[in-house]
């Protein structure tokens, strides 16, 4: 009977050019410890390093890459001490393989004008050949097996996120940022929305020194026609999207609400729009770039004129 403090750990190999090291990445991405191409004469000894005895203090599963390049392979040899090490309450070792057609993995070569590994001074072919069969006790003995033929990088990322994935591990951090376009573009946003078309506070004198923060503010963005529906529209988007981006396995979502001088409107933008995400089970990061900004009516001013501009350009 495997103990509940049992160590998982996961042998990942197949055939060179099948997506090692796409599979060994993906793993690392979502939370495994991950070590390619380690010397199998210390697997043994790595396995054995008593594993926490705390189940408050969990290590995380371990995934080890190998394959027919590996110092030391032998493949009956290292089944036969996996074998034993699984005998031990300590581990529970499975294996993944990633299998491929030989004429895929011969194109995939050439494509990267890289040779075969088993193939330097000969054709591609007899190098997948010798190697395939190498390999066969693991792909006979394997607990899961992938067969990357028909499947794009992404697509094989997507597989191993799917079965290997760890709790919690695969959630997007999701980041909104007010700021002021007219302080600059933040960096790295993925999505911007723009909300200088709604009514601006900074023109009351009342609210002026006041910020998206206060609730007289709030209010007066509130009242806009636009504010509700635009609101809305924008929430319906970001609840489509975050799962989508989460299951493309993107780690950030960094979302930017501007307006003018980045005190007012996009900070309660960016406040409700939290607010609304959290209750639809999100859990994003608040942040206000320029909330603590003097107000300067030259920076409202030439937004307005530019808007002004524009209008007159188009004849309005």
């Known amino acids: 009977m495997v103990s509940q403090s049992a160590k998982r750990v996961l042998l990942v190999t197949g055939l060179s050019g099948a997506g090692k090291s796409t599979a060994i990445k993906t793993l690392e991405d979502v939370g495994w410890e991950t070590i390619d191409n380690f010397p199998l004469r210390l697997v043994e000894r790595l396995l054995k390093t008593p594993p926490s005895s705390s189940r408050e203090n969990n290590d995380p599963p371990l995934a080890l890459g190998f394959d027919s390049r590996t110092r030391g392979f032998n493949p009956d040899t290292l089944i036969g001490r996996i074998k034993k090490l699984q005998e031990s309450e300590n581990f529970l070792i499975s294996t993944l393989f990633l299998d491929c057609a030989g004429g895929e993995i011969e194109r995939r070569y050439a494509e990267t004008r890289r040779r075969h590994p088993l193939a330097q001074d000969r054709p591609a072919a007899e190098g997948i050949a010798m190697e395939r069969s190498q390999l066969e006790p693991f792909r006979r003995w394997a607990d899961h097996v992938?067969?990357?033929?028909?499947?794009?990088?992404?697509?094989?990322?997507?597989?191993?996120?799917?079965?290997?994935?760890?709790?919690?591990?695969?959630?997007?951090?999701?980041?909104i940022t007010s700021f002021?376009?007219?302080?600059?573009?933040?960096?790295?946003?993925?999505l911007l929305f723009d909300v200088r078309f709604l009514a601006n506070?900074?023109?009351?004198?009342?609210?002026?020194?006041?910020?998206?923060?206060?609730?007289?503010?709030?209010?007066?963005?509130?009242?806009?026609?636009?504010?509700?529906?635009?609101?809305?529209?924008?929430?319906?988007?970001?609840?489509?999207?975050?799962?989508?981006?989460?299951a493309a396995g993107k780690a950030y979502v960094n979302i930017g609400i501007g307006c003018t001088g980045g005190r007012?409107?996009?900070?309660?933008?960016?406040?409700?729009?939290s607010k609304n995400l959290r209750k639809a089970r999100f859990s994003?990061?608040?942040?206000?770039?320029?909330?603590?900004?003097?107000?300067?009516?030259?920076l409202e001013s030439m937004s307005q004129n530019s808007a002004s501009k524009i209008d007159e350009n188009k004849g309005i």
């Not at 023109?203 to 007066?220: C, F, H, I, R, S």
């Not at 007012?264 to 729009?273: K, Q």
């Open 284 to 298: 994003p990061t608040v942040s206000h770039r320029n909330l603590t900004s003097r107000p300067m009516d030259a």
């Open 180 to 190: 002021g376009f007219s302080r600059g573009l933040p960096n790295n946003i993925d």
């Open 201 to 246: 506070p900074f023109w009351e004198p009342e609210l002026k020194l006041m910020t998206g923060l206060d609730a007289p503010v709030a209010e007066y963005i509130a009242k806009d026609p636009s504010y509700h529906e635009a609101l809305t529209k924008i929430e319906d988007l970001l609840k489509f999207l975050l799962p989508k981006y989460q």
């Open 264 to 273: 007012h409107r996009s900070v309660h933008v960016a406040e409700t729009l």
């Open 146 to 175: 992938i067969d990357t033929t028909g499947l794009s990088a992404n697509a094989l990322e997507k597989e191993v996120r799917q079965q290997f994935e760890l709790e919690g591990s695969g959630t997007t951090t999701v980041t």
